[in-house]
């Protein structure tokens, strides 16, 4: 996967890219990572990327010339990107959308700065928008970092453990399930006895009861969209009542 950052301030990305797993992936040859400043191909003499708004109102607006060259440059290496505004008026991140975008060969992330974005960059030039909270940052770097970390660890081989990724919150449409190490028994709290008796079966049994409950306490409205078993639906109905 090919990912491409249009900032105003790629030295924001340096760190990101080169620890952890950003790291690993590129090292892997599973990802490729550049921070380009869109200030670059801006016209004019003082390369000026923002102006004031049509009508009149608070703050400045990123022009479209800027963005649109930048983007056009970026695909003369690549077909069809996906072009990602990140944006608080955008589509909410999910980790559904995560595994969608880990199919894609080439993304490219669009971050603002200022009061906004021309609406002609939203209507003609991007394919998603995307806001990762119902709160507003100084700009679209931390949003395009946290959505690139949660894609490239889909990538096959870049986890350690390819079940990682699948047993992940969210993933399956529950909250994950409880984990423990060693010691088993840490100044007076021990592990579950289920976790130590080898029973894989009763285990996996376990874990997703555990799922059930830590998603009922913590996200309920997570229940609604996932299908669950009519023992599961019981098990649930009990544990409401008992609350």
């Known amino acids: 996967m090919k990912i491409d950052v249009l900032t105003l301030f790629p030295e924001m990305f340096e760190g990101v890219f080169s620890a952890s797993i950003m790291k690993k992936a590129a090292d892997k040859g599973k990802a ?3 921070a380009v400043n869109f200030r670059d191909y801006a016209e004019g003499k003082h390369k000026v990327v923002d102006d004031y708004p049509y009508g009149g109102g608070a703050g400045m607006v990123l022009k479209p010339q800027p963005l649109f060259d930048a983007v056009d440059d970026l695909k003369k290496t690549a077909e069809n990107p996906r072009v990602i505004l990140m944006c608080p008026q955008g589509e909410r991140y999910t980790q559904q959308k995560a595994e969608e975008l880990s199919k894609e060969k080439h993304l490219i992330f669009l971050c603002g700065h200022y009061e906004g974005y021309d609406e002609r960059v939203r209507q003609h030039l991007v394919t998603d928008e995307i806001s990762i909270g119902d ?67 009763h ?5 997703r009861e555990e799922s059930l409950k830590r998603t009922l306490e913590r996200r309920p409205d997570l229940l ?20």
């Open 32 to 34: 490729t990572f550049r």
């Open 135 to 201: 709160y507003v940052l100084t700009g679209g770097e931390l949003g395009a970092m946290v959505v690139a970390d949660s894609v490239v660890r889909l990538l096959p081989g870049v986890l350690g453990n390819e079940d990682s990724a699948v047993q992940d919150s969210f993933s399956s449409g529950l909250l994950e399930h409880p984990h423990y190490t060693r010691p088993a028994d840490f100044r007076g709290m021990k592990v579950p006895d289920v976790l130590l008796s080898g029973n894989h079966k």
């Open 203 to 207: 285990i996996d049994e376990w874990r």
């Open 224 to 243: 609604e969209l996932i299908e669950l078993t009519k023992e599961e639906q019981q098990q649930i109905n009990s544990w409401k009542i008992r609350k």
